[in-house]
């Protein structure tokens, strides 16, 4: 008795493809990469400087992009599939960039932004009573670290191998 084609029945062989799986492993590290940084932000109590908020930014871009381009991808349209993933790796790379800065302006190698603080008030009624309570974080110190590396480094790492992600995602056949 013959057997039926496998390839037909496997329901995860379009998930296989390189397109589609470097968009979907960019999309679920970024999610990832967010949901560690709110953990740290809301459960661990570290509030996070401007640097950190601004690292966040590619992240909030690349899950629901990396979840259209894997969806793109896997109907069969490479071009398009490409061209999105080349645009991730272009995020990633960009959030590269922004977290080497941050953890440079930790490890004092340069100078960083002059102020690492919030907005400014609503009023200028409570002026007064908003700086008393106003909590500066400051973008030089790292207020976490393991393995010697801050959340800054680390984000760096991140960024690093899912720029590679997207890269390997795009010359891949």
Known sequence: MPNPDM???DA???FRRPLVLAAL??????AATLAGAWFFQLVIGLAPCPLCLEQRLPYYAAVPLGLVVAMVARQGHVGMARAGLTLLGLLMLIGFGLALYHAGVEWHWWQGPTACSGGAPATSAN???DLQQARVVRCDEAPWRWLGLSLAGWNVLIAATLTLAAAWGVRRR
Do not use: E, F, R, V
């Open 12 to 14: 995860t062989a379009g």
């Open 127 to 129: 002026l007064l009573q």
């Open 7 to 9: 390839s037909s029945l």
């Open 25 to 30: 492993i960019i999309a679920a590290g970024a």
